[in-house]
């Protein structure tokens, strides 16, 4: 793990159930925190390392795998270094920057002969495999429009979260791109076109460059549309809701820790609750090791696709204007 912050910690603490993956080493730039998680976690304190010495992880054949959870303008670099090494990658959303940095990344990865993974957890969430499952075997019909939800009220203006040079931008970035890539997996269908708008009601908390709230609406080869919400200025937002010609489905929350719940047309979804990140860290392990293919891609590409969309975004709520894309 690199970069033991708030979601690092949650990972770690989930990883203490995974039956393939195994939490060894740890890498950050305070001392304290690294002789904490030694006797959390048990990790040697031969595998821990600081911003200064990881790239030495070329020479640990302990560790197959660094996964980044640092604030979102530090993946890129630290992802290259990880590469660099020799370490596949993992990597927390959004990935990048912007979807040239993101490329940037694969290309690095590729280069080095390392795979590179993005922690979509929600790509194997059972309720959410399900509606994947419903929709693709055709017991939604025609899917024809698609809405997400997503938001939370932010705290702390001091946050990095708020700071464009770590975060690259606001609410979009951290959570409306949950409402970006669940527009994807949900429908099926990439973006043609994307068009934006953007609200502000605190200038001062949200400076330039730093959304608050955008509104953006996508259409889809087959004419289906998807209308989402990205804000840090509402709390219990975290609702999709998918409509097709011959059912629905609707969950809410639907990207949260869980429990997700959702129904649709035929009833609830009673799937099994599971522990997002456990189930991801055992996955990625198959991936990485095994080369499982997942239902939904987790790799760079299906990140890059991602960003070029929030780029996108940026730009119509820049320009006013629809932006084409192809993805
Ligand atoms: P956090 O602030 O709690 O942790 C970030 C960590 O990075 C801290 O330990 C901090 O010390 C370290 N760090 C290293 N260099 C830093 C620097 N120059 N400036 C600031 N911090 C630095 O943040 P978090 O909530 O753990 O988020 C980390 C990443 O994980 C983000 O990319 C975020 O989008 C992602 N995340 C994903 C999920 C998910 O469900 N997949 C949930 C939360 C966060």
């Known amino acids: 793990m690199m970069g033991l912050g708030g979601y690092g910690t949650r990972v770690a603490g989930a990883m203490q159930y995974c039956t393939k993956a195994k939490l060894v080493g740890a890498i950050s730039g305070t ?3 690294l002789t904490d998680w030694q006797d959390s976690f048990g990790i040697p304190a031969k595998n821990c390392y600081n911003y200064q010495t990881y790239h030495q992880i070329k020479n640990n054949p302990d560790i197959d795998a660094v996964y980044i959870t640092t604030p979102n303008g530090l993946h890129h670099d630290m992802a290259l270094a990880v590469a660099k090494a020799g370490k596949h990658v993992i990597c927390e959303k959004p990935m990048a920057l912007n979807a040239v940095q993101g490329q940037e990344m694969v290309d690095a990865c ?3 002969g390392v795979k590179l993974l993005v922690g979509y957890r929600m790509h194997f969430e059972p309720h959410t495999l399900e509606v994947i499952r419903m929709r693709k075997a055709g017991e939604l019909g025609k899917i024809l429009f698609f809405r997400g939800l997503c938001g939370f009220k932010i705290g702390d203006p001091k ?4 700071n464009k040079e770590l975060a690259g931008g606001g609410s979009l970035m951290d959570i409306g791109i949950y409402a970006i890539n669940g527009a994807r997996y949900m429908t099926g269908e990439e973006p043609i076109w994307v068009t934006a708008q953007e609200t502000k009601t605190d200038p001062v908390k949200f400076k330039e460059g730093v959304d608050e ?9 087959s004419g289906a549309t998807a209308s989402c919400l990205s804000t840090y200025n509402q709390n219990n937002l975290d609702k999709f809701f998918l409509n097709g010609e011959k059912g629905w489905a609707e969950m809410q929350p639907s990207t949260g820790y869980g429990p997700i719940k959702g129904r649709t047309h035929k009833g609830e979804l009673n799937q099994p609750v599971t522990t997002h990140q456990t189930v991801q860290m055992d996955e990625f ?3 990485l090791l095994n080369g499982k293919q997942p239902v939904v891609p987790v790799d760079g590409n299906e ?3 991602d960003l070029k969309i929030i780029d996108a975004i940026y730009a119509a709520v820049k320009t006013g204007k629809k932006v084409e894309l192809s993805l």
Do not use: E, N
């Open 31 to 33: 001392p304290k925190k």
């Open 110 to 112: 590729k280069a080095a």
């Open 159 to 162: 946050q990095w979260r708020l």
């Open 213 to 221: 709230t955008i509104q953006f609406q996508f259409g889809f080869p």
């Open 285 to 287: 392990s198959d991936i």
């Open 303 to 305: 990140a890059v696709k």
